[in-house]
């Protein structure tokens, strides 16, 4: 049974072998509960689900040749689902690739090397202290316009009690 503590995590690669590798090594680093798939379509498919996070392979056609490649899948999950954050696998090391990841709404680059799992599995922890403070920030938001309201209630209730005379300005004044 899932923890419903847990963060929803996708996990996107076309090579099945590391996709495995970094879901057993997610699962026993961090509270999460992780949904796999082969390709980006399929992510996009389950994107209802609303993960909280999506670790999404730059490269998406090894496997099936006609498949669209990450940056495309990126930026439909951006387009549909704004508020997913997303961080991009790759073993592309050029930089330009990741500056257009970035450039297309990744939260993240992680290069595919001997320490990418580690790396990606701090950025997740990234990820979800970033969610926890837009989520503290629209709280405080929440908690500034109630305060607002309640102050412009006591303002409008004191005025109206002056003018129909149930209050007065004078404090010396007795009922």
Excluded: W
């Amino acid at each position: 049974m899932a923890d419903s503590n847990a963060r929803k995590i996708f996990l996107v690669d076309d090579d099945p072998m590391h996709l495995q590798m970094l879901k057993d090594h997610l699962s026993s680093k961090l509270n999460v509960d992780i949904t796999t798939f082969s390709t980006g379509e399929d992510c996009l498919a389950n994107l209802d689900k609303k993960p909280d996070a999506i670790i999404l392979d730059y490269y998406l056609n090894s496997v099936e040749k006609n498949a669209a490649n990450g940056i495309e899948i990126l930026k439909k999950i951006k387009a549909t689902s704004p508020e997913t954050e997303v961080v991009m696998l790759s073993g592309q090391e050029k930089i330009d690739i990741a500056v257009e990841t970035m450039a297309s709404g990744a939260f993240d680059y992680v290069i595919k090397n001997e320490s990418s799992f580690l790396r990606t599995e701090n950025k997740l922890v990234n990820v979800f202290k970033h969610k926890k403070l837009e989520d503290n920030v629209k709280l405080y938001k929440k908690g500034i316009i109630a305060m607002a309201i309640v102050v412009v209630i006591v303002i409008i209730t004191s005025i109206i009690l002056v003018q129909t005379g149930i209050a007065t300005e004078d404090p010396s004044v007795s009922f």
